[in-house]
């Protein structure tokens, strides 16, 4: 079985500064990562992927996580964050065997403060 | 291409009535899955089609719930009678390929049952 924990429901954060959104997982098995985010009255969109290699990943309108195996964390983090961002994040895992069937966390809801 | 498409966009019922969903996935993506969030909660598998057969439903609640996906296009989710509990967002989801193949997510129903 797998799980996902978003323990921050909901992060402020003002225009141009540094953001973090975190996430821990636990799985039995090795999985993979991702990130999805939802813009209000949108579908869930993928913003990056961690599969294997290097444990940065970078994904999407400058976003990037670090897969730590040791702490089973995938954090999201962006440098400088734009209104736009404004959104509901997903940390997300599956198993690297059969098809893709995805866990979610319960979400991070991301307001840029202008 | 067009993206998955779900129909329709918000349905409010009462107790006891049926409602039906509707899903177009992304063309020549041959799987489908469905997802629930209830509110304020995480997004919770439903059930996995591989063209039209039924590769994993344990997510589905009960038997008030039938998905069909009749010849491997489009899928439908049904629910009757439906419950108060029902009540969520509904997310079908299209990939082509297996493991590490991005899900394609619609924007989702929105049900609401009084």
């Known amino acids: 079985a797998q799980s996902v924990t978003q323990l921050d429901s909901q992060v402020p954060v003002f225009e141009e500064a540094p953001v973090e959104l975190r996430c821990n997982y636990s799985?039995?098995?090795?999985?993979?990562l991702f990130w999805y985010v939802q813009y209000p009255n949108q579908g869930l969109q993928l913003l990056l992927k961690?599969?294997?290699?290097?444990?940065l990943v970078k994904g999407i309108n400058g976003f990037e996580a670090e897969f730590n195996k040791s702490q089973t964390s995938f954090h999201l983090r962006k440098p400088s964050v734009h209104i736009s961002d404004t959104a509901e994040y997903f940390c997300?895992?599956?198993?690297?065997?059969?098809?893709?069937?995805?866990?979610f966390g319960t979400g991070t809801k991301l307001q840029v403060i202008p | 291409e067009a993206g998955v498409t779900q129909f329709p966009s918000h349905s409010v019922i009462e107790k006891g009535q049926t409602v039906t969903l509707r899903c177009d996935p992304i063309s020549g993506h041959d799987n489908l899955y469905w997802y629930r969030r209830v509110m304020g909660k995480e997004i919770k598998f439903l059930l996995h089609f591989v063209k039209e057969s039924k590769q994993d439903e344990s997510g589905m609640p009960n038997n008030r719930f039938l998905a069909e996906r009749t010849g491997g296009t489009y899928s439908t989710l049904k629910v009757q009678p439906a419950e108060l509990e029902d009540s969520g967002v509904y997310f079908c989801?299209?990939?082509?390929?297996?493991?590490?193949?991005?899900?394609?997510f619609g924007n989702g129903t929105r049900l609401t049952v009084t």
């Open positions: 799985s039995s098995v090795s999985v993979y």
């Open positions: 989801a299209s990939s082509q390929g297996k493991f590490n193949s991005p899900l394609h």
């Open positions: 961690y599969l294997s290699g290097s444990t």
């Open positions: 997300a895992v599956s198993s690297l065997k059969g098809y893709q069937k995805v866990t």
